[in-house]
């Protein structure tokens, strides 16, 4: 029985064909040793891919023990509604599932890791898997739940890692962002490392400021958003508490001067930053950092999207930010 | 009530406890189904805080029926009390709200067995098994069933730990639990209130077995600490679900309580889901036996039987209700229109019968009292 069944871990999605039909892929056998197969299908259902996957290959393919969800940039920016659905409407198909958006040719680079003993989909998904237990800020990990949570609250927006396939790798780009259901933006590098420190109190193991030539290790941020009453600004205090690991090695810290200058340059340099990454999202209306959930307050009245998005787009932001740091050397 | 094989009592000595575990058994029937999807906003826990205090109105009346000699008489209590006549209305009373509490209950745990554990199977089949189940647990007798009630209560208690984890989510804010008044711009939903009271309705069945739970003073004591531990458990899940799924996206889920445990991840079981679901069924097989010995009961009480209880007698009320059951369901069951409608019908019924039953009751042992007087 069990040799009749193959449970597959990922499906990839793709849009962009001219007769509207989508492009859906998948790897078979998953976890065994024996050599790899990408299946693709057009189909302008989803579920159509997932009885059609069966008529083209000897084991009959379940979706149960989906866990990755693969979706081509083109197609998250058109709107992700009906994908999600399709894939809620599933009883089988947990809520644990991963979403990931995708750059470049996917195809590609799953043909090149067809091998027997490659198992590319089963140590994709370990890595998330992995990233999602520890937490260190380095990937974003948004699972289905998560997604739809955001997606239906009222007053925040959901975002999702996006990935780039480049030849035989698959290297994280940053974090897309969400307005409804369509992606809007992309935040990459340095702002995806800060926004993970925002988005409620990460732990960030490596914080890389090449401007500065500094790097600035095991960083936990305490972030204090206020609003004020009248939702005409907003303040933000960042406390972030780390180590300095690595300094560029013709400056060094000697004394306590050298020290705090360093330290002052390193917070205006944050402060910049975040406020730089703030205006972004106000320009574009989006609040994935769910600081509109600050407005609930228990005895009034929730307030609406529309208000919201009226508030946030001309809000004025203070950032401050504080740094209490360990220097690499000891400091007179 | 009876004095034979089925209905027979040995032992005087009984704990105020079974009458604790089996009200707050039959008060827990109704959670996997409507609640908390009719909940979805945070001020609506008021509300089960609200009808809870009222369900403490009705138990206190109950005690005082517990309190009073009848009960321990068993049938010749009922008779001195509402005369020969009176029995055989109150039976020809009660059974149809029996059958419909039976039949809304099977058909919708039917339902959830199908969505999540069986999707292939006929529903019909999700019926049947669990009440032929319920009749070989009722071929038991009354007593036993009584005491087993701590067995049942046993296997379902963990249940409520596997739902601490949702509180200790780190994406939780305690802003999803706010509004905590209505002042939104959905006008405040009555309903709600009726719905909740009927599902904290069961209690009044235990008039019925009221001869088995030998009754003592402080009867009051136990039916408020299962009234407590009753709506704590409603408030518990609640309180996860609106945090889990905050309360914009709660009414589009269908069965919330079971899809949180299928979120639950574990080393061992893939589909966490249905252990629930299973371990739920021990409680709801447990109450289908209780209720089809109370249909057996009041049937022998209509008809004229004078001799003894037979295990025949029970599975023809059992196949009755397979019977009403099944009708319900493959011809009046469509989702929408008449699926609320049952709902509805069994909100009305369960809440009349918690209040009016313990009511009925209480009048009639203060005629009692006036007329002997």
Redesign the interface.
């Known amino acids: 029985m069990i040799e009749e069944i193959t449970p597959i871990i990922f499906w990839s999605v793709k849009g962009g064909r001219e007769d509207g039909k989508i492009t859906i892929s998948t790897l078979v056998p998953p976890l065994s040793k024996e050599k790899k197969r990408v299946l693709t299908l057009n189909v302008s259902l989803l579920n159509e891919g997932n009885k059609g996957f069966n008529l083209i290959y000897h084991n009959e393919l379940k979706a149960g023990q989906i866990r990755l969800l693969f979706v081509d940039e083109a197609y998250a920016k058109r709107g992700l509604t009906s994908l999600i659905n399709t894939v809620l409407t599933d009883p089988n198909i947990s809520k644990r599932l991963f979403l990931v958006i995708t750059k470049g040719n996917f195809d590609e680079f799953l043909a090149k890791h067809l091998d027997e003993k490659d198992s590319i989909d089963f140590y994709l998904y370990r890595m998330f898997k992995h990233y999602e237990k520890k937490k260190q800020g380095e990937i974003t990990v948004v699972n289905l739940h998560q997604f739809m949570k955001m997606l239906y609250s009222q007053v925040s927006d959901p975002q999702l890692p996006v990935f780039r396939a480049e030849g035989e790798q698959l290297l994280y780009e940053g974090t897309a962002l969400f307005d409804w259901d369509r992606m809007v933006a992309e935040i990459r590098g340095q702002d995806d490392q800060i926004s993970q420190l925002l988005y409620r109190d990460r732990f960030v193991r490596y914080l890389v400021l090449p401007d500065l030539s500094v790097t600035l290790g095991h960083i936990r941020a305490h972030t204090r958003k206020k609003l004020t009453s009248d939702l005409s600004s907003l303040s933000i205090e960042i406390d972030v508490k780390g180590r300095i690991d690595e300094l560029d090695s013709l400056t060094r810290i000697e004394d306590n001067f050298q020290y705090v200058a360093l330290t002052q340059k390193i917070e205006r340099y944050l402060e910049e930053n975040v406020f730089h990454l703030l205006s972004q999202m106000q320009h574009l209306r989006i609040d994935p950092l769910q600081i509109g959930g600050l407005t609930i307050k228990p005895f009034s009245r929730p307030i609406t999207r529309d208000t919201w998005d009226r508030h946030w787009s001309t809000m004025k932001i203070n950032v401050k930010v504080r740094l209490h740091l360990e220097p690499l050397t000891k400091v007179k | 009530m009876r004095a034979i094989s089925l209905f027979r009592k040995t032992s005087q000595q009984e704990s105020g406890f079974y009458a604790l575990f089996l009200t707050n058994r039959l008060q827990m029937l109704h959670y996997m189904i409507v609640m908390p999807t009719v909940l979805v906003q945070p001020y609506m826990l008021w509300v089960i805080v609200v009808v809870g205090i009222l369900s403490q109105f009705c138990l206190y009346i109950l005690s005082k029926w517990f309190a009073s000699p009848y009960p321990a008489q068993g049938c010749q209590g009922f008779e001195k009390l509402f005369g020969k006549t009176g029995i055989k209305i109150l039976a020809l009373v009660s059974l149809p709200f029996l059958m419909l509490k039976i039949s809304f209950i099977s058909v919708s745990y039917a339902d959830i067995m199908q ?2 554990v069986f ?1 292939s199977m006929d529903r019909e089949w999700h019926i049947v098994f669990p009440i032929i189940l319920s009749c070989y647990l009722a071929l038991f007798g009354m007593e036993n069933m009584v005491r087993f009630v701590t067995i049942v209560i046993i296997g379902i208690i963990w249940i409520l730990f596997l739902y601490i984890p949702f509180f200790l989510l ?2 939780n ?1 305690i ?1 999803d639990l ?4 209505p ?3 959905e006008p405040f939903a009555w309903k709600s209130l009726l719905l909740v009271f009927s599902s904290l309705s069961g209690p009044e069945y235990l008039i019925a077995i009221s001869y088995w739970l030998s009754p003592q003073r402080k009867m009051l004591k136990y039916l408020t600490i299962a009234n407590a531990i009753s709506v704590g458990e409603y408030l518990f899940f609640s309180i996860a679900s609106l945090l ?3 309360s ?2 709660l009414p ?1 889920i269908k069965y919330p309580s079971v ?1 949180m445990g ?2 639950l ?1 574990s080393p061992i079981f893939e589909r966490v889901d249905i252990i629930l679901i299973s371990a739920y069924m021990f409680s709801i097989i447990y109450l289908l036996a209780l209720f089809a010995l109370m249909v057996y009961g009041a049937s022998r009480l209509l008809g004229k039987a004078k001799k003894g209880t037979s295990r025949l007698g029970l599975i023809v009320s059992g196949c009755a209700m397979v019977t009403c059951t099944l009708s319900i369901s493959k011809w009046f069951w469509e989702p929408g229109i008449e699926q609320t409608f049952w709902l509805e019908l069994q909100m009305w019924a369960g809440s009349s019968s918690y209040l009016l039953l313990p009511l009925l009751v209480w009048f009639a042992m203060k005629r009692k009292a006036r007329t002997t007087s």
């Open positions: 969505h999540f999707p780190p994406s804010s802003h706010y509004p905590l008044v002042i939104g711009p889990f799924y905050g914009n996206y589009t899809e299928r979120y991840q």
